[in-house]
């Protein structure tokens, strides 16, 4: 069965720290996704990003960035520069399922705190 | 704002009890995902619609149901409510039902069984 582990359940750093957020997975399969979502305090899931188990390369946007290691089986997700408003739990997904067929399987979280 | 919406926000109600929750789609999405999330199970995934029809099923119980309409909004349907199922509960879509789609949530429905 594929499986999700993020380790840190919770982390705590000053604003403009960096800070890194694990994300390790299991699957047999050769084809995948995976992805990073975001749930502020006010509970909604914000998509981040998607990335495809073909695709070994770092992407940034701004002040997140994603490395992806399939040697490893990670995804980890980094923020630069932390800010208040970054504090958020942050979940990693593995997408399973054949065509037209999905089921997301999450971590279990990151909450992460960004104190002023 | 993702576009999906969710009514209602909150729902009390006692063990026992049936209720349903209801969710509308992004514009032009054709998919629907319902997902739980409680402290103890974290976020699970239910049941996905696809156009209509059942694509994809997780862990849900037999007490739950679920279904997508001709104008693709959907229900989720929970009867013989006990404390435990007591959750935030997330619909979700997506363009079509792919896994390599993403899927945009709603705010959530916040179940409390009493």
């Known amino acids: 069965a594929q499986k999700v582990t993020q380790a840190q359940t919770e982390i705590s750093v000053v604003e403009k720290e960096d800070v890194t957020l694990d994300c390790v997975y299991e699957t047999r399969d050769t084809t995948y996704y995976l992805f990073w979502y975001k749930q502020p305090p006010s509970g909604e899931l914000v998509f981040l990003i998607r990335r495809n188990s073909f695709d070994e390369q770092n992407e940034i946007s701004g002040r997140y960035s994603w490395n992806f290691q399939k040697s490893t089986s990670s995804f980890n997700f980094t923020i630069t520069a932390s800010q208040v408003v970054d504090s958020a739990v942050y979940f990693c997904?593995?997408?399973?399922?054949?065509?037209?067929?999905?089921?997301?399987?999450f971590g279990q979280g990151t909450r992460l705190t960004i104190n002023p | 704002d993702s576009g999906v919406t969710q009514t209602p926000k909150h729902l009390i109600t006692a063990t026992g009890q049936r209720v349903t929750l209801r969710c509308s789609p992004r514009?032009?999405?054709?998919?629907v995902y319902w997902y739980q999330q409680s402290l103890d199970q974290g976020l699970q995934f239910l049941i996905q619609y696809y156009n209509g029809e059942e694509r994809a099923k997780g862990n849900i119980l037999e007490r739950f149901s679920a279904q997508q309409f001709p104008d693709l909004h959907s229900e989720l349907n929970l009867s013989s409510l006990e404390l435990g199922d007591s959750a935030l509960y997330f619909c979700?879509?997506?363009?079509?039902?792919?896994?390599?789609?993403?899927?945009?949530f709603g705010p959530g429905t916040r179940l409390t069984v009493l």
């Open positions: 997904a593995l997408s399973e399922g054949e065509q037209g067929a999905q089921k997301l399987v």
């Open positions: 979700a879509s997506s363009f079509q039902g792919n896994s390599y789609n993403e899927q945009f």
């Open positions: 514009s032009g999405d054709l998919s």
